[in-house]
T-cell receptor, first 113, second 113 residues
Framework: AQSVTQLGSHVSVSEGALVLLRCNYSSSVPPYLFWYVQYPNQGLQLLLKYTTGATLVKGINGFEAEFKKSETSFHLTKPSAHMSDAAEYFCAVSVNAGNMLTFGGGTRLMVKP | EAGVAQSPRYKIIEKRQSVAFWCNPISGHATLYWYQQILGQGPKLLIQFQNNGVVDDSQLPKDRFSAERLKGVDSTLKIQPAKLEDSAVYLC???????????FGQGTRLTVV
């Protein structure tokens, strides 16, 4: 069985500040990890994914995440927040590249001017 | 390339009524998923199809929910009768095959009053 915990249902940052969204997972097998973004009234858009290989993964819009097996974490970061980053972010885990995703509860990112 | 199409975008019904949602996956995608996203929560997988066969429906409330993908392309998800707690966004996703990355539609927002 797999599960995902996203610490902090709401995160607020100032424009230009560092964005850090936390994700911890549990999985009985080597995990595939994903971050999705959801804008209001929109579907889910893939930001980045970790499958195998390099543990630092770069995604779209300047986001990146690092897989830390020892900490069972896959935190999402962006050096400088932009107003357009305001959205809901979901971390997800799977046993392979896309099968049957298990999502966390989501973190709503607010960006203050 | 066209994305995953869902209709309707919004639906409001009274409790105990029936409702159906439609999903047209990306052309050639063999795997199709239905997720339920309750407000403030992450998406939860309801059912997964591989072509016209069900791979996993363990989280589908079968007393009121049903889904089909008769020709292995389009899919419909039905709720009969609806309850207040069924209010959610229903997301459809498709992928070229099991283990391949899934792409999400914009979802159908259901409100049961």
């Amino acid at each position: 069985a797999q599960s995902v915990t996203q610490l902090g249902s709401h995160v607020s940052v100032s424009e230009g500040a560092l964005v850090l969204l936390r994700c911890n997972y549990s999985s009985s097998v080597p995990p595939y990890l994903f971050w999705y973004v959801q804008y209001p009234n929109q579907g889910l858009q893939l930001l980045l994914k970790y499958t195998t290989g390099a543990t630092l993964v770069k995604g779209i819009n300047g986001f990146e995440a690092e897989f830390k097996k020892s900490e069972t974490s896959f935190h999402l970061t962006k050096p400088s927040a932009h107003m357009s980053d305001a959205a809901e972010y979901f971390c997800a885990v799977s046993v392979n590249a896309g099968n049957m995703l298990t999502f966390g509860g989501g973190t709503r990112l607010m960006v203050k001017p | 390339e066209a994305g995953v199409a869902q209709s309707p975008r919004y639906k409001i019904i009274e409790k105990r009524q029936s409702v159906a949602f439609w999903c047209n996956p990306i052309s050639g995608h063999a795997t199709l998923y239905w997720y339920q996203q309750i407000l403030g929560q992450g998406p939860k997988l309801l059912i997964q199809f591989q072509n016209n066969g069900v791979v996993d429906d363990s989280q589908l409330p079968k007393d009121r929910f049903s889904a089909e993908r008769l020709k292995g392309v389009d899919s419909t998800l039905k709720i009969q009768p609806a309850k207040l707690e069924d209010s959610a966004v229903y997301l459809c996703a498709s992928s070229p095959g099991q283990g391949k990355l899934a792409f999400f539609g914009q979802g159908t927002r259901l409100t049961v009053v």
